[in-house]
């Protein structure tokens, strides 16, 4: 398993710094290491305090990942001062050709100091040299020029002057630029430009996460350019996936929670589509109502219809065999999700739904089999979310069943739930006559 180590401050509010690092390290299939300059305080609302690692302690660490851990490449932020940097120039002079990205971070976005100025001409001094590529933001490049940056000539002088300092490559960031965003990758001989779409919000960390990514693409053998871009790509999907923590402030992304949401999708479509197979090869038509079938499974923590899945156009009956009209997805089923939401709202573990028909005898059965069966009347609810919610009202546990018994002119309306669609036939199972 290849390993990335990040030196850089701690946030405690994980917007930023180490631990917005190895969110991208391990999301990107690699294991991250990490070893603090400092612990800055600060959440959605900003910086408010940085206190520096103690230097004894800097070094301990270092000294522990010396001793044959397995380190491919190294990602550098917050340096804070003169010694940190002093230790980080001797740590990687012992580790020769392996990516280097230093992330020269010199402020917070609400202009707290992240680095003393001594400790920034150290940085150019011993670690630049050393360094594969340096990414900064359009205010670092413009602290590091002594020169204002406000246009496209400006990046690429900065970054002609960044480079003369040492690093391989120089990657200046052109997100505060008026206009669409556009990043420049300069490797001494040529330019390459990443024009992005602007997203209309301040997002925490996201210097963190793309020198990250990148550090991450280039360990896994991209070439500079290659790693830019995918790097880039990378970013575009972490903006659009933002979230807040707070009712303000700044949004935060996070490349585990959207691989995790990615993944429940994923597996949530594929448990239903098994459950559909076994539905279909037990052949339990006897389920179906007039009014077609559907089955459904939310992800965790659903919160819309676009975050159930369902069969689209329901499941039907030819003769005596179970139809399908289509493969399950997510939005197909507006009644199964509000049934499931609702729900959720209860019971949050309780993510799977069917509507079936149930003869007296399966009611029966499953009284027997030990289900907790909960009978509502039909003018109790106006809609499917309502027979639920009504249905659970004062309930200490999950019911299997919630059933109307109907009239003479409606059918009978049953709701059959389950933690999974796995559960949801085998109950079926259990009251098939």
Known sequence: MKGILTIAGYDPSSGAGITRDLDVFFSLGLHGLSVPTAI??????????????????FSSML???????GIDGVKIGVVWDEPYCTGIASFLKEREGIPVIVDPVAQAKNDTPLVTEKGLRRLTDTVFPLAS???????????????VINDMEGMKEAARAIRRMGPGAVIVKGGHLEGEPIDLLFDGTEFTFSRKRRVARQVHGTGC??????CSFLVHGYPV????????????????ESYRIDRDGYFYASPGLTNSVRADRYHVLALLGQAGERLTALNMAEFIPEAQLNMGYAIQGARGIEDVAAFPGRIGRFGDRVVFKGDPRFGASSRTARMILAFMKHYPFV???????????????AYESGMTVLPIGRSEYTGPDSLVGTALQGTHKPPDIIHDGG???????????????????????????
Not at 63 to 69: H, N, Q
Not at 133 to 147: C, Q
Not at 209 to 214: E, G, N, V, Y
Not at 351 to 365: I, T
């Open 407 to 433: 009239d003479k002119v409606r059918e009978p309306v049953t709701g059959l739930f389950a933690e999974n669609p796995r559960e949801l036939i085998k109950k079926m199972e259990t009251i098939r006559i």
């Open 225 to 240: 350019k290659e790693a830019f871009l995918a790097a880039g790509e990378f970013m575009r999907e972490m903006l659009n």
């Open 63 to 69: 000294d522990l990942l010396s001793g044959g851990t």
């Open 133 to 147: 590529v340096v990414t900064p933001n359009l205010d670092e490049a413009s602290i590091l020029t002594g020169k």
């Open 351 to 365: 993510r799977s739904c069917a509507n079936v028909r149930l003869s007296d005898a399966s009611l029966k059965k």
């Open 40 to 57: 800055v305080v600060q959440g959605p609302q900003g910086v408010k305090a940085v206190y520096p690692t103690p230097m004894d302690q």
């Open 209 to 214: 996460m793309f020198s990250s990514a990148l």
